[in-house]
């Protein structure tokens, strides 16, 4: 919300000099936020001046322009740049005649954008000045011609200030409306709370306008609402005015154009602009019909199967059964609470008007906005919450508007329907506003605020009763109350006490693990990223499942994209997702990874049966399970992903792209980290490279799988045909990692190396052997690594040749020649017996 300072201190008073950094810091002590400051950007010299001749001069160009001969201070007195009474100005418009007096922005001045002014030669003379149109002075989106004062109704002297004319020195402060205050969408609201905050005195707009008697013969309206919503009658008070023989031509005095600019709202015509600034200044959204075009009366009800409205922006809506209209005999002309129908627009051919001031119901409006994508100002409010008992007042104070301005007459009376139930008192309990904020408020402190924002309080037997004003419909409870009176009596009364944690708690072992795993992983150059948990069903199945067979997924009622209704089963989809986006952006590079939750539900089962209990106690452990069980599981999974260069191109090297090799490191660093002994085991998996595939296991329990993109899924992303990848389930490598790391001491005694050759089947795996190998040799086998796999001459057919580096070391004694050799044998027998491996010759 903007709120003019000018048309703010019509209502509060304001101590001479106020700012609108003082106005802010006042509204922020009682709760509303500030946002920005809004100005017309421009300064003086800007006066008015008054057209003494001008000649036409045609030129090569096509183009012809004007040199004036304009008065721009009194005779005998200097002008306001300190030069000479009369300047010669060329001017491109030509709607202004000789004696027109006009606004001319001398040399120094400032105009919006900002574009400086000075004296410039062009077109063969020197412009001392430019004569300004609405738009150069951010009056309006109007530029077809200079803007003529007695266009605008406005006389003045010449040489007077223009800018302080027609409102140009007035600034705006911004403050963001939360949805529960709504009330602070008026000059009004603002004004009242301004007067919270400082303690001025407030005038109440509303009371100042009396409410014309709605007793005699007035416009005929019905509500009939057969269908309300949560049993609420959509529109429960409906005010109407009739004014008439007004003269919509006439223009929109510069004060309120002003106004309007700088509260956010376009400047229309004279009687949109009358309708709007009612809106802004009590807070009730104001409808204006063209009464010669209305047929009959007014009939306020839902709208029917196959009714359409073209609304006041041209566009024809088919409306639902749930839109609340306003009709009259031929069908809908209004959209209720959201916008008119163009059948009655206002228009340069209005002579009567019928002013309308409703209160609709908030959730109706709110579906109606979201149904037909038609946000509104009108709107905006209603969605808060309006006022009920202001709407006769509103359409008074448009009425007498239009009398003022558009020369209209208003009827004697109106009409009024005004069905609002009395609202309830709120029971306050002694001690409640203290026990709940912390603060000893006296009984006059918690009294008087309560009284401030214009509740009606009653002392009652343990307490007080209080009925909320009505226009805050947001004070619904007790709570509410005790908010209101911390929020004006002032939040700094509330004490800032750290709370101290209770010994013996803190992260949990897992929660430990993971920040470690986190930080090794960064640590180690990749980058954690964020993705979005949204997939597709084939997309679980590919990477949610080992063989690419459909899997269970969970499906979200309403999805915020309707492509991917489904929760992940794996992090893959995300992290390619950001490769594909990286990419494309020119990042060839890329080493990132993520921990997340992924949904595994199990096939056939259904979850979220358990009835949710109500929130005003807590539940019983049994209801806890109930809905415990009704959640599908939710493990933390940890992937990576890395594509392009692992090592980049440099004087004297080559690049190395990533490969395998490059995310099983990253995978031996997070395993690391969790403290797991991990073991890499030749596997495969439906979205990895077949034999660039990696089982990953800890304590013998497979945990995850790394590998190889398979070049067909890579290439359907956009990826390049490499990209190495690798997902473990984090929280079943956390349980299965041992809960200490015991230090292996380093052996002091001389070491025996030597090498072992076995010949196996071709697609045996050498890491099952390099196992068993170590499983056979036993203790004094200190360190195994394979070193060559051959595939030749010399090893026949399907096999192949894997040769192994073995160090053995004994902590107590110098190993024999004869002992490491005996090792070696009784590892390679074991070899030989799983998996028929053979020492070469």
Same mark, same amino acid.
């Given at each position: 919300m903007r709120v003019p300072l000018s048309w703010l201190a019509e209502y509060v008073e304001l101590v001479p000099g106020t700012t609108p950094e003082d106005v802010h810091a006042a509204l922020v002590k009682v709760g509303l936020e500030e946002e920005d400051v809004h100005t017309f950007e421009l300064s003086g010299p800007i006066v008015v001046g008054e057209v003494l001749e001008f000649v036409e001069e045609p030129q090569s160009n096509g183009k012809t322009i004007r040199w004036c001969r304009v008065r721009v201070a009194p005779d005998g007195e200097q002008a306001a740049d300190g030069g000479d009474a009369v300047h010669g100005i060329v001017c491109g418009a030509r709607n202004f005649l000789v004696g027109d007096k006009v606004v001319v922005t001398l040399p120094g001045a400032v105009l919006p954008g900002p574009f400086p002014i000075a004296a410039r030669k062009t077109y063969g003379h020197v412009s001392d000045g430019m004569i300004a149109s609405a738009r150069e002075l951010g009056l309006g989106e109007d530029h077809d011609g200079i803007l003529r004062l007695s266009t605008i109704g406005v006389d003045a002297p010449v040489g007077a200030d223009a800018i302080a004319l027609l409102g140009l020195n007035d600034a705006a402060v911004e403050i963001n409306v939360t949805p529960d205050r709504g009330y602070a969408f008026s000059i009004r609201g603002v004004a009242r709370e301004y007067a919270h905050a400082t303690g001025a005195r407030f005038r109440d707009p509303v009371l100042q306008s009396s409410p014309a008697d709605a007793s005699g013969e007035a416009f005929p309206v019905e509500i009939r609402d057969e269908a309300p919503i949560r049993g609420r009658v959509g529109s429960a008070v409906f005010a109407t005015r009739i004014v008439r023989d007004v003269d919509p031509t006439r223009p929109s005095p510069p004060w309120m154009v002003a106004r309007l600019k700088l509260a956010g709202i376009r400047s229309v015509s004279l009687l949109v602009d009358i309708t709007n600034y009612v809106m802004l200044e009590f807070g009730q959204p104001i409808h204006g019909y063209d009464l010669d075009l209305v047929r009959g009366g007014l009939v306020v009800r839902r709208a029917e199967a196959g009714e359409t409205l073209t609304t006041l922006d041209g566009k024809e809506r088919e409306l639902h059964p749930e839109d609340l209209v306003v009709t009259d005999d031929r069908g809908p002309i209004g959209l209720g609470g959201v916008m008119g129908?163009?059948?009655?627009?206002?228009?340069?051919?209005?002579?009567?008007?019928?002013?309308?001031?409703?209160?609709?119901?908030?959730?109706?409006?709110?579906?109606?906005?979201?149904?037909?994508?038609?946000?509104?100002?009108?709107?905006?409010?209603?969605?808060?919450?309006?006022?009920?008992?202001?709407?006769?007042?509103?359409?008074?104070?448009?009425?007498?508007?239009?009398?003022?301005?558009?020369?209209?007459?208003?009827?004697?009376?109106?009409?009024?329907?005004?069905?609002?139930?009395?609202?309830?008192?709120?029971?306050?309990?002694?001690?409640?506003?203290?026990?709940? $904020?912390?603060?000893?408020?006296?009984?006059?402190?918690?009294?008087?605020?309560?009284?401030?924002?214009?509740?009606?309080?009653?002392?009652?037997?343990?307490?007080?009763?209080?009925?909320?004003?009505?226009?805050?419909?947001?004070?619904?409870?007790?709570?509410?109350?005790?908010?209101?009176? #911390?929020?004006?009596?002032?939040?700094?009364?509330?004490?800032?006490?750290?709370?101290?944690?209770?010994?013996?708690?803190?992260?949990?072992?897992?929660?430990?693990?993971?920040?470690?795993?986190?930080?090794?992983?960064?640590?180690?150059?990749?980058?954690?990223?964020?993705?979005?948990?949204?997939?597709?069903?084939?997309?679980?199945?590919?990477?949610?499942?080992?063989?690419?067979?459909?899997?269970?997924?969970?499906?979200?009622?309403?999805?915020?994209?309707?492509? $991917?209704?489904?929760?992940?089963?794996?992090?893959?989809?995300?992290?390619?997702?950001?490769?594909?986006?990286?990419?494309?952006?020119?990042?060839?590079?890329?080493?990132?990874?993520?921990?997340?939750?992924?949904?595994?539900?199990?096939?056939?089962? #259904?979850?979220?049966?358990?009835?949710?209990?109500?929130?005003?106690?807590?539940?019983?452990?049994?209801?806890?399970?109930?809905?415990?069980?009704?959640?599908?599981?939710?493990?933390?999974?940890?992937?990576?992903?890395?594509?392009?260069?692992?090592?980049?191109?440099?004087?004297?090297?080559?690049?190395?792209?990533?490969?395998?090799?490059?995310?099983?490191?990253?995978?031996?660093?997070?395993?690391?980290?969790?403290?797991?002994?991990?073991?890499?085991?030749?596997?495969?998996?439906?979205?990895?490279?077949?034999?660039?595939?990696?089982?990953?296991?800890?304590?013998?329990?497979?945990?995850?799988?790394?590998?190889?993109?398979?070049?067909?899924?890579?290439?359907?992303?956009?990826?390049?045909?490499?990209?190495?990848?690798?997902?473990?389930?984090?929280?079943?490598?956390?349980?299965?990692?041992?809960?200490?790391?015991?230090?292996?001491?380093?052996?002091?005694?001389?070491?025996?190396?030597q090498d072992l050759s076995l010949v196996v089947a071709e697609g045996t795996p050498a890491g099952e052997v390099a196992a068993a190998v170590r499983e056979g040799a036993g203790e004094l086998l200190e360190h195994v690594a394979i070193v060559d796999d051959y595939r030749g001459s010399g090893v026949g057919a399907g096999s192949k040749s894997l040769t192994f580096a073995l160090r053995f070391r004994a902590s107590d004694r110098t190993l024999t020649a004869a002992e490491a050799s005996e090792a070696k044998l009784a590892g390679s027998a074991l070899a030989a017996a799983r998996f028929g491996a053979a020492i070469r010759e």
């Open positions: 129908g163009a059948d009655t627009e206002m228009g340069e051919q209005t002579r009567n008007v019928l002013v309308e001031a409703a209160n609709w119901d908030p959730v109706s409006v709110a579906r109606t906005v979201r149904r037909h994508k038609l946000p509104s100002e009108a709107a905006k409010r209603y969605e808060r919450g309006v006022d009920p008992d202001i709407a006769a007042a509103a359409v008074t104070r448009v009425a007498q508007l239009m009398e003022d301005l558009a020369g209209g007459t208003a009827d004697a009376t109106g009409s009024l329907i005004q069905e609002t139930p009395a609202r309830d008192a709120i029971r306050l309990p002694d001690g409640f506003v203290s026990g709940l $904020t912390g603060v000893d408020y006296t009984a006059e402190e918690i009294r008087g605020a309560l009284a401030e924002i214009g509740a009606d309080v009653t002392e009652v037997d343990g307490g007080l009763a209080v009925v909320p004003p009505t226009w805050r419909p947001d004070l619904t409870g007790k709570a509410d109350l005790a908010e209101e009176v #911390a929020r004006l009596v002032g939040y700094h009364r509330i004490p800032s006490i750290l709370p101290v944690a209770p010994p013996g708690r803190g992260l949990t072992r897992s929660q430990r693990i993971r920040r470690r795993v986190a930080d090794a992983l960064a640590a180690a150059g990749s980058t954690e990223v964020l993705a979005f948990p949204f997939v597709t069903a084939e997309e679980n199945a590919t990477y949610g499942s080992v063989d690419g067979s459909p899997v269970a997924s969970v499906k979200l009622a309403n999805a915020l994209d309707a492509s $991917t209704p489904f929760l992940r089963r794996s992090l893959l989809p995300g992290l390619i997702g950001v490769a594909r986006r990286n990419l494309s952006r020119g990042l060839t590079d890329l080493d990132v990874f993520e921990i997340g939750t992924v949904f595994t539900p199990e096939s056939g089962r #259904a979850y979220g049966a358990a009835e949710l209990p109500p929130g005003a106690a807590r539940p019983e452990p049994a209801t806890l399970e109930a809905l415990d069980d009704g959640i599908p599981p939710q493990p933390r999974h940890v992937a990576l992903l890395r594509l392009g260069d692992q090592v980049a191109k440099q004087p004297g090297h080559a690049p190395r792209a990533t490969g395998i090799a490059d995310v099983l490191d990253g995978v031996r660093v997070l395993a690391l980290a969790a403290g797991a002994e991990l073991e890499v085991v030749q596997g495969r998996h439906h979205a990895l490279h077949p034999g660039r595939t990696a089982e990953l296991r800890v304590a013998g329990e497979v945990v995850g799988y790394a590998g190889e993109l398979h070049p067909t899924l890579a290439e359907d992303s956009d990826l390049p045909r490499v990209v190495a990848v690798a997902e473990l389930d984090l929280d079943r490598v956390i349980a299965l990692a041992q809960p200490g790391v015991e230090a292996t001491p380093i052996g002091t005694f001389p070491a025996a190396t």
